[in-house]
T-cell receptor, first 109, second 115 residues
Framework: GQNIDQPTEMTATEGAIVQINCTYQ??????LFWYQQHAGEAPTFLSYNVLDGLEEKGRFSSFLSRSKGYSYLLLKELQMKDSASYLC??????????FGAGTRLFVKA | GAGVSQSPSNKVTEKGKDVELRCDPISGHTALYWYRQSLGQGLEFLIYFQGNSAPDKSGLPSDRFSAERTGGSVSTLTIQRTQQEDSAVYLC?????????????FGPGTRLTVT
């Protein structure tokens, strides 16, 4: 079956760094997305990884290891506005996108 | 430019009634997706359209659910004989193409409540 695991909740302090992990087991792999979703709003795109390694984009970075079925999203210099859910999503062999349940991040002052 | 739009934004219906949810994707986007999100949960894949290809319906939870996409643009998700467990936010997304690297742009969703 298809399975994507993420921690349910995390709490971090403003200005700090937080790493949100995602492990997956899917039938085929064609890339991994991270989306951000604020409460009551639609998800918005953060990053895409298809090759192993780290992709950096400003305060956000995403890492992928295909052999380990593992990714993480790294958020630096946390701001209060980063409080949101972070969704890990895998594009399977059939180009279907499977989403994890999401990690709710609380940033405290 | 205009993003993905969905209507209605909210729908309250009685158990047993049929409902239709509409999605207008971004112009030029050939791929269109429907997801369902229950309170505090992740996104559950429902159905995926790509151009003129047969849709991937593997995520539809029962035969009460159906969707169509007319003219490669607007899509309608229909739920027949609604049940209380159908209550959720229904999200539509579109992307430029089927290619895996294309990010999905989401609409604001339709919040369906079945009483």
């Amino acid at each position: 079956g298809q399975n994507i695991d993420q921690p349910t909740e995390m709490t971090a302090t403003e200005g700090a760094i937080v790493q949100i992990n995602c492990t997956y087991q899917t039938s085929g792999f064609n890339g991994l997305f991270w989306y951000q979703q604020h409460a009551g709003e639609a998800p918005t795109f953060l990053s895409y990884n298809v090759l192993d390694g780290l992709e950096e984009k400003g305060r956000f970075s995403s890492f992928l290891s295909r052999s380990k079925g593992y990714s993480y999203l790294l958020l630096k210099e946390l701001q209060m506005k980063d409080s949101a859910s972070y969704l890990c999503a895998v594009v399977t062999g059939g180009f279907k996108t499977i989403f994890g349940a999401g990690t709710r991040l609380f940033v405290k002052a | 430019g205009a993003g993905v739009s969905q209507s209605p934004s909210n729908k309250v219906t009685e158990k047993g009634k049929d409902v239709e949810l509409r999605c207008d994707p971004i112009s030029g986007h050939t791929a269109l997706y429907w997801y369902r999100q229950s309170l505090g949960q992740g996104l559950e894949f429902l159905i995926y359209f790509q151009g003129n290809s047969a849709p991937d319906k593997s995520g539809l939870p029962s035969d009460r659910f159906s969707a169509e996409r007319t003219g490669g643009s607007v899509s309608t998700l229909t739920i027949q004989r609604t049940q209380q467990e159908d209550s959720a936010v229904y999200l539509c997304a579109s992307s430029l193409s089927q290619g895996a690297s294309y990010e999905q742009y989401f609409g604001p969703g339709t919040r369906l409540t079945v009483t």
